[in-house]
């Protein structure tokens, strides 16, 4: 995957300043870059990943004030402003995990870990959005990630085993 | 992938979108949620010089009673539709049908005035609109128009909205108590549908609307004409791919839409207690 390319004339920067995972970040972007590429590129959190590309597999998911949202398919310049999470700013610590992370790891939701963390990020978002769901919720409420590897049966057996208080930090 | 290089300017309201379509002319796009525009984009199937972001016009996002109608500002998303207890009580169809459109994700973006300015004729929205007989409220720079929902889908990917209008409002009359349906038929989740029907009895008549059975979203005539005429469902969805252009495209035959928008219509009909 390329980067922002540089822009031709030079001309359109804009400047933005986001709170990313708690801290308010500047940055100097052309029109044109993705959200997720500023994050990866500019800020380093390669945590979010990009699968696809093109908005079909959810490994790009953050939260845009506080709800899910596809990070390939939203401009840098739109989030100026905004509150945004992402799988680095989950975790309450070093060295402890968020319930859902802790509820992916002892329920193996994850085989090479590639869409585990736009997984985690959809999951706590539709325990708030829903936290008491039932397993065709969850599959449901996941149906915008996807998994070459697990056959989602673990993934959603982690998000119920979250949504049931069993893997509180 | 990167879209091409654009200029970016934000509008903190329809006024001033208006005042900067008036100024770009053609070569500047409206930016709501991008989830149509910005995929476009990526794959140069729309290469605007200029996008006015309207994303934070938020006197836009608003759904209220209107006395006869519920009206729904443009930039409302897809969850606040499908969230909506107003919708749920007054006109429950808009809001199942805005929970079926893609993802999650997708929905917490994508707006329901975006949606019908995209003219697509495989959205879902649009044939709720329709089926449901909706206004859309189109302001431009010598103030405002009503379209009828018929009148706005004009081609493929083409609305009746002049360059320098923007769509403000939605208005759907209530129907609180009315039978309705959606019936969206998909081989993969959060795709768009290969076809989709929907049925909801108005004032007496029923009125059904299909997806992806032509160059724009439409009111199956035929199947409507034949309920007045004292059909049973099961006969008049026979008639659903009467005047319809299915396309032909990776998922199906213009065939097998045809059987699909039959077999479609007729469970829609049923699930809304036409017999
Ligand atoms: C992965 C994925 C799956 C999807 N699945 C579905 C699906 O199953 N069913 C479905 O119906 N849709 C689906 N969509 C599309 C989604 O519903 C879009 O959100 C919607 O079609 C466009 O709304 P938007 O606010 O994102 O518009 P944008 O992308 O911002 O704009 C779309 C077009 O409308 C114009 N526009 C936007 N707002 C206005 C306005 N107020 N007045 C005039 N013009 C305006 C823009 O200039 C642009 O031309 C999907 C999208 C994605 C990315
Ligand atoms: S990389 Fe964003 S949805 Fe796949
Ligand atoms: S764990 Fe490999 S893609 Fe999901």
């Given amino acids: 995957m390329l980067g922002p390319e540089a822009d031709e004339t030079g001309e359109v920067i804009v400047e933005i300043s986001v709170t990313v995972n708690g801290e308010t970040r500047t940055g100097d972007v052309e029109p044109r870059t993705l959200l997720v590429y500023w994050l990866r590129d500019d800020l380093r959190l390669t945590g979010t990943n990009i699968g696809c590309d093109t908005s079909s597999c959810g490994a790009c998911t953050v939260h845009v004030n506080g709800e899910s949202v596809k990070s390939c398919t939203m401009l840098a310049v739109q989030a100026d402003g905004e509150d945004i999470l992402t799988i680095e700013g989950l975790a309450p610590s070093e060295d402890e995990l968020h319930p859902m992370q802790e509820a992916f790891r002892q329920n193996h939701g994850l085989q090479c870990g590639y869409c585990t963390p736009g997984m985690v990020m959809a999951a706590v978002s539709l325990l708030e959005e829903n936290p008491d769901p039932s397993e065709r919720d969850v599959r449901l409420g996941l149906e915008g990630n996807l998994c070459r590897c697990t056959g989602y049966h673990n993934i959603v057996k982690s998000v119920l085993a979250c949504a049931a208080g069993e893997t509180a930090a | ?275």
């Fill in chain 2, 1 to 275: 992938m990167i879209p091409a290089a654009f200029d970016y300017v934000r509008a903190g309201s329809a006024e001033e979108a208006i005042a900067l379509l008036g100024e770009h002319g053609d070569e500047a796009k409206l930016l709501a949620g991008g989830h149509s525009l910005l995929p476009m984009m990526k794959l140069r199937l729309a290469v605007p010089s200029v996008l006015v972001d309207i994303g934070r016009v938020s006197d836009l996002s608003y759904i209220t009673d209107g006395g006869d109608h519920i009206a729904v500002g443009a930039l409302t998303r897809h969850r606040a539709l499908e969230t909506s207890d107003l919708l749920a009580a007054e006109c429950p169809l808009l809001g199942h049908v805005a929970g079926e459109v893609g993802d999650p994700q997708v929905r917490h973006r994508g707006t329901i005035g975006g949606s019908l300015a995209h003219s697509d004729p495989a959205s879902d929205l649009p044939a709720a609109v329709l089926a449901l007989g909706g206004t859309l409220v189109a302001q431009g720079p010598n103030g405002s128009r009503e379209i009828a929902a018929g009148d706005f889908f004009t081609g493929y990917f083409e609305s009746a909205l002049a360059d320098d209008e923007m769509l403000t409002e939605i208005r759907v009359p209530k129907a609180p108590g009315a039978g309705w349906n959606y019936q969206k038929f998909n081989r993969r989740a959060q795709d768009w549908a290969i076809v989709g029907a929907a049925a909801v009895t108005v004032n007496g008549g029923t009125n059904v609307a299909l997806v992806n059975m032509g160059s724009v979203p439409l009111r199956a005539s035929a199947v409507e004409a034949a309920l007045a005429g004292g059909a049973s469902a099961a006969d008049a969805a026979e008639q659903a791919a009467e005047g319809t252009d299915a396309p032909t495209d990776l998922n199906a035959t213009p065939d097998y839409r045809n059987h699909l928008a039959r077999v479609l219509t007729r469970r829609a009909l049923e699930a809304a207690g036409v017999s």
